[in-house]
């Protein structure tokens, strides 16, 4: 399964670094006991995430690929070639 997310021309910004570089960047995905640790992007970035779940070591986890674009057709055009290497993986894992 796959999710393709852009940025809202409402959204406000929430990189303070960003605002030098007069992007609007959003915090995607953080997670506990990072510290600043987050994963930005700015529009007009376009982010495709992939995600499944599987198992490893007896037990489930979600797998998620994120495949970034500068736009959406700089993201169309690299899919090809981003679908090849993501299906090229292997690991000791099994889907569900």
């Known amino acids: 399964m796959f999710v393709d ?4 021309d409402q959204a406000a910004n929430q990189a303070p670094y960003c605002r030098k570089l007069d ?7 953080s997670w506990p006991n990072a510290g600043g ?5 700015g529009k007009p970035s ?3 995430l992939y995600l ?3 198992i490893y070591g007896g037990e489930a986890h979600l797998l998620a690929v994120a495949v970034e674009g500068t736009d959406a ?3 169309k055009s690299f ?3 981003a679908n090849r290497v ?11």
């Open 73 to 75: 057709m700089d993201l």
């Open 52 to 54: 499944s779940d599987i």
């Open 86 to 96: 993501i299906a090229s993986a292997n690991a000791p894992i099994e889907a569900t």
């Open 46 to 48: 376009v982010l495709r």
């Open 23 to 29: 992007l609007v960047c959003v915090v995607l995905l």
């Open 5 to 8: 997310i852009g940025i809202s």
């Open 79 to 81: 899919l090809p070639l």
């Open 37 to 41: 640790n987050t994963y930005v992007f």
